[in-house]
Structure formats: structure tokens, C-alpha cells
């Protein structure tokens, strides 16, 4: 998937659809436990929880990068009826919360997308023409994935999908979910097996895996985008 030429496979891991009081906190734990980072993409309605917020600056304070991923998650911008609607409720909405968040790591400056693919999946309804031209106008970088290991329905096998993943990629990004299913309970088990298999975790991302780069447009998002794209 990638064309970066590297000696040492890479991961670089995500934490999608928290903060959630409760799960994020032992998830820092055992990053920190095992010196990792991270990216967290944050969904408004999970900041305004109560406790949701100092989870993700302390997420923050503790080294790991903050990541846009929409105000409520439950609509997709390729399949909303109005386009720019959904664009203005879903990004800008809590476009300035997040850049408070983020603002305050070492990468000032840099805004994170992610877009909510309901279930992982990638098709045209993850974006719409007018929310990839919002993205490019606003200097986004918007980050895919290539190893999504469905923690949230395999809640235990997860560790040993992912790490198959990470076995014949070149460079993984990992994408789970610290939310409240049980999942992240096997965190430790993943990271162990990470460790056993002398692979780099970094906090960077595969320009594969970046349709949009800081406005630029890399790939082509026609296949994920509604209408004409
Ligand atoms: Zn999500």
C-alpha cells in the first residue's frame, strides 16, 4: 500500500470516537506505560461528557496528538441531504475546540481530520464534493487508515487480526476505538505483541493514507465522494 521505502515496519496507532471517561484514561495508562503515541480523533458530543474534555488535554499534556472527527458521528458527508449543512454542523461547528486542543501540542498548527465511515466503510458517502473543498480551503490533512481490526464487534480477537495486519504491511495505521465495549481492556496484549515483533511505532502517517495533506489533495477521493466528487 505504501511507497515509503523503509527498513523497519512502522505502525503508528489511532484511538477513534472518545474521549470516554472511564476507557480514555486507562488507555493513556498503558501508552504511557509503554512510552507509545498516539493520535486521537474526538467526537464533539464525547467532549462535552462530563470528564471528556481533561481527558483529551491531558491526552494532549501527555504527548499524543488530537484529531477532528466530526461533532456527532451520525451522519456521513456523503450522505447527507443538505451538503453544506452537514459540513457546517458536523466540521465547523467544533472546529475551534478542536484547534484549542490541538494548538497546545508540539504539531501547533496542524489540523487532523478524520471522517466517520460508519462501520469502516469506504465509499461515497464519506465525503461530499463540498466537504472535501471545505477540508482543502481550511489546510486539513485528512487521515485514512489500512488496518481497521473491528475492535468494536471482535472485541478479544482483535489483537491477533491487527497484528496479522502489521505482520505484511510495511507501515500500519491502526485504527480502534476507546470506547466503552471492552475492547481496550486487550491494549496491553496489542502493544506486547507489537514490542515482540520489533516494529517502530511513530506518530506520523503514511502519505498513503492521507487523501488531503495540509489542503493539498494527494489521491484522488472521487471513489469516496458523493455525486460528481
Ligand atoms: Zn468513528
New binding site residues.
Given amino acids: 500500500m505504501s511507497g515509503e521505502a523503509i527498513d523497519r515496519r512502522r505502525v503508528t496507532l489511532t484511538f477513534?470516537?472518545g474521549p470516554t471517561p472511564g476507557v480514555t484514561d486507562k488507555v493513556l495508562e498503558v501508552l504511557a506505560a509503554h512510552r507509545t503515541p498516539a493520535t486521537f480523533?474526538v467526537v464533539g458530543t464525547q467532549l462535552q461528557q462530563p470528564g471528556g474534555l481533561a481527558l483529551a488535554r491531558r491526552a494532549v499534556a501527555e504527548g499524543h496528538r488530537i484529531g477532528h472527527?466530526t461533532a456527532t458521528?451520525a451522519l456521513q458527508l456523503g450522505a447527507a441531504e443538505d451538503p453544506e449543512a452537514a459540513v457546517a454542523a458536523e466540521i465547523t461547528a467544533i472546529e475551534h475546540d478542536i484547534d484549542a486542543l490541538a494548538g497546545t501540542s508540539e504539531t501547533e498548527g496542524e489540523r487532523l481530520f478524520r471522517p466517520?465511515a460508519a462501520g469502516g466503510v469506504l465509499d461515497k458517502r464519506v465525503f461530499s464534493p463540498q466537504a472535501v473543498r471545505y477540508l482543502r480551503q481550511h489546510r486539513y490533512t485528512c487521515v485514512l487508515w489500512n488496518c481497521l481490526p473491528r475492535d468494536w464487534e471482535n472485541t478479544t480477537s482483535w489483537v491477533d487480526r491487527a497484528l496479522a495486519d502489521v505482520a505484511r504491511t510495511d507501515w500500519s495505521v491502526v485504527v480502534v476505538?476507546d470506547m466503552d465495549t471492552g475492547a481496550m481492556d486487550r491494549l496491553p496484549a496489542f502493544l506486547d505483541g507489537l514490542a515482540a515483533m520489533d516494529v517502530e511505532i511513530v506518530p506520523e502517517f503514511p502519505d498513503s493514507c492521507l487523501p488531503i495533506k495540509e489542503g493539498r489533495l494527494q489521491h484522488s477521493l472521487a471513489h469516496l465522494t458523493s455525486g460528481d466528487g
Avoid: C, L, Q, T
Fill in positions: 477513534d470516537n480523533f472527527h458521528h466517520n476505538h
